[in-house]
């Protein structure tokens, strides 16, 4: 390749993922409905240099929201999901452990949420409630029948370049579900 197509293969891929990052913060900020959450997008986006940050003369304090959304299988397996990019990068790459399940709507913006495995066998069950969860908690979760994968935390890695929120995964499998608010709802353990 020439110097010209390799800069150009590199600059359609940056902004590639700068679009897939865009989608994320849009989606939570869809999503959000208190001020601390919107907070956490404003800071996000001032880290992200996408913002800059106004000197405020007196900020109020804001709430501390719970990073995740905690549920609990049918089963008893715990499954948490984050509330926004910071809290998914948490999540998936310090809470969890390595043989947890991650999961993540295929080909759209939604919350990692992991099923926390205890380093024990997980029902099929508990794997379709959480690709449930997962998919209600996505860009995707009015579309119908929803693609989601999942692996175990120890394929999800962050390359350095990335953005908050932002994984690569590897060695993954893909369950379609259609995502029941009901059963979510009734699987919900945290308050809002």
Not at 79 to 87: C, F, P, Q, S
Request: net charge neutral; aromatic share 8%.
């Amino acid at each position: 390749m020439t110097t010209a197509s390799t800069i150009l293969a590199r600059l359609l891929e940056e902004g590639k993922n700068e679009i897939e990052y865009l989608e994320s913060v849009k989606y939570e900020a869809d999503i959000a409905s208190s001020e601390e959450e919107f907070a956490a997008i404003r800071e996000e986006l001032i880290t992200a240099g996408y913002l800059r940050s106004k000197r405020i003369q007196k900020q109020k304090k804001h709430r501390k929201i719970e990073e995740f959304v905690r549920y609990r299988a049918t089963d008893g397996f715990d499954i948490l999901v984050g509330r926004n990019n910071a809290a998914n990068d948490k999540l998936s790459l310090r809470t969890a452990d390595k043989n947890d399940i991650w999961f993540h709507v295929k080909y759209g913006a939604g919350s990692h949420t992991v099923l926390l495995s205890k380093n024990e066998e997980v029902s099929d069950q508990a794997l379709t409630e959480a690709a449930h969860i997962a998919a209600y908690h996505s860009s995707h979760k009015i579309d119908g029948q929803t693609a989601v994968d999942y692996t175990k935390i120890r394929n999800v890695k962050k390359a350095a370049t990335q953005k908050t929120g932002m994984v690569i995964y590897t060695d993954y499998k893909t369950i379609y579900v259609t995502p029941d608010k009901e059963m979510v709802e009734e699987l919900k353990i945290s308050k809002d």
